[in-house]
């Protein structure tokens, strides 16, 4: 049992989703404590004092909608993490991805999960010393919790 009770539920509002919800939960909730470990130096760390994550797998259309209202850019992303501990993550951004790489679109929803994690815990992708230092324990958590 985990030192911490940091809840973690993910929400399927895809119709049809290619991603699967369950097992973006069971992998999320592997690499909660992992991304927990993994601070930002110098950065507010918001993950320890959250009770909850609530995470969303969307379509290209809503997280579009909401990276406009709230970011100022009507495009699809893959990945929007909120303060309060809510991650949208796209379904379709992920199988389109996926299907680049050659990997399952499950794995590549994982990722983006944990991006939105570290992001609570302080990580930056602005300037590239950090985006590289955040892709590099992103990449690193993954690979425990979906070792290819």
């Known amino acids: ?17 290619p991603v699967s919800a369950a097992i973006l939960a069971e992998r999320g909730r592997l690499a909660l404590p992992l991304c ?11 993950l320890p004092g ?14 579009a909608r909401v990276h406009g209202e709230y970011l100022d850019d009507p495009t699809p992303t893959d990945v929007i993490t909120f303060h309060h501990g809510e991650i949208l993550i796209s379904a379709d951004t992920a199988v389109r ?4 790489l ?6 590549e929803a994982l990722l983006y999960l944990i991006h939105g994690l570290l992001h609570l815990n302080g990580h930056d992708d602005h ?22």
């Not at 049992?1 to 989703?17: C, I, T």
């Not at 927990?36 to 918001?46: I, R």
């Not at 959250?50 to 997280?63: A, G, H, M």
């Not at 991805?97 to 680049?100: D, F, L, P, Q, S």
């Open 1 to 17: 049992m985990p030192a911490f009770s940091l809840l973690l539920d993910v929400y399927d509002h895809h119709p049809g989703s």
């Open 36 to 46: 927990l470990e993994s601070p930002a130096a110098g950065a507010p760390c918001l």
């Open 50 to 63: 959250l009770r909850e994550v609530e995470v969303s797998l969307v379509t290209d259309d809503e997280i």
């Open 97 to 100: 991805v996926a299907g680049e």
């Open 102 to 107: 050659g990997q399952p679109a499950d794995r």
């Open 127 to 148: 300037e590239e010393e950090s985006r590289d230092l955040m892709h590099a324990r992103q990449e690193a958590i993954l690979a425990v919790v979906w070792p290819i």
